[in-house]
């Protein structure tokens, strides 16, 4: 018998700049000098962006002297679906978009990771360019290559990793967002200040009415400081091997909770939750002093997130899409717990008793 190895070296680069200010898109042509090859720029975005930044962002790439075409899909978290990748996909084909075509993602986390996947997939991976319209996809999503979509059993079952060619966060598009939406984003750099930066966590307790007035000096100190952890945390681990998992404290319990409310709630509101339930969890199990646990929670609340579980929601429900997480290795379900503010760890030492305890604490 004979063994021929095939011997594969990563001979290109996924590095890539998040380019982070206010009127950061002005840059988009020059972005599009450096991928001269493309024939074709498609821009992916949904129906609650395309009449806000779509027309906009079209004419900034018009020097680069290439077809530019939109497709517009639904807004919100249902567009996440196969038959929405399926739509999208056909569309593509009926532009003649080719492998040398670049797609944009222009909007929130939802286009962020449909267009992410799409790319991954259309023709065995094209090009693309993440512009993140909404707080989240800033400081989060926008920002590490993962891609996913939905299936009834439970939130971005199906994904890739596949990192775009740049990323740009205008804060500007921040003066359109709603409230609702503004939380939403809120909850993810709460999350960082938890897991991985005290000092920012100080600043949201201290800064509040400059961060509710979103106030650009202090947006920018937020989302710069985000986007460095996530990068820094990316860089050392890009697929979750081990590291990169610290970025789902509240997120175990929080995807759980978003899918039983069959996406009633935000993802911010739901990571919320999360997060509320996590602090809970390390402090019964004796890892976090129980002042840290009250100022987390305290800070949640603050910038208007909820920190409990609504009534009507069925705890063997929550567990249920808890077991069907993609986190979960075999029949081990992983938490991101912490010991003090800034220094999170995982384990999957969590007795379902603890588990079930926290959920029905916080079903009130």
Not at 249 to 255: A, E, L, N, R, V
Not at 264 to 272: C, F, I, S
């Amino acid at each position: 018998m004979e063994t021929i190895r095939v011997n594969l070296e990563k001979l290109r680069t996924d590095s890539y700049g998040i380019v982070i200010g206010e009127g950061v898109l002005d840059r988009l042509t020059v972005m599009m000098k450096a991928h001269g090859d493309a024939d074709r720029c498609v821009i992916i975005t949904d129906s609650g962006v395309n009449p806000l930044y779509g027309e906009m962002v079209k004419e900034k790439l018009k020097p680069a002297g290439v077809p530019i075409d939109v497709i517009e899909i639904p807004a919100g978290e249902s567009s996440k679906s196969m038959d929405t990748v399926l739509d999208v996909a056909r569309q593509l084909i009926e532009l003649n978009a080719s492998r040398k075509s670049l797609l944009i993602a222009l909007g929130g986390g939802v286009v962020g990771d449909l267009a992410g996947f799409v790319a991954s997939i259309f023709k065995r991976s094209v090009p693309y360019v993440q512009i993140a319209t909404t707080l989240v996809a800033q400081v989060d999503s926008s920002v590490g290559g993962k891609t996913g979509i939905d299936l009834p059993e439970g939130k971005n079952l199906l994904g890739t990793f596949c990192q775009p060619k740049a990323v740009f966060i205008d804060l500007s598009l921040l003066k359109t967002l709603s409230d609702k939406d503004f939380k939403n984003g809120l909850a993810e750099i709460i999350k960082y200040g938890i897991i991985s930066d005290e000092e920012m966590f100080e600043l949201l307790e201290q800064e509040r009415a400059a961060v509710v007035e979103r106030q650009p000096p202090v947006m920018r100190t937020l989302v710069e400081r985000s986007c460095r952890i996530k990068a820094r945390i990316v860089e050392m681990d890009e697929q979750e091997g081990g590291l990169r998992r610290i970025l789902n404290f509240g997120h175990t319990i929080g995807h759980a909770v978003e899918a039983a409310s069959d996406y009633r709630l935000t993802h911010g509101e739901a990571v919320a939750v999360g997060m509320a339930a996590a602090a809970k969890m390390s402090d019964k199990l004796g890892f976090l002093d129980e002042r840290s646990c009250q100022r987390i929670i305290a800070v949640i609340r603050q910038y208007g997130l909820p920190t409990e579980i609504p009534k009507d929601f069925n705890t063997e429900d929550i567990l249920g899409f808890m077991a069907s997480d993609k986190k979960a290795v075999g029949a081990q379900l992983y938490f991101v717990l912490i010991r003090r503010i800034g220094v999170p760890f995982v384990t999957a030492e969590v007795p379902q008793s603890v588990i079930i305890d926290v959920i029905e604490g916080l079903n009130r």
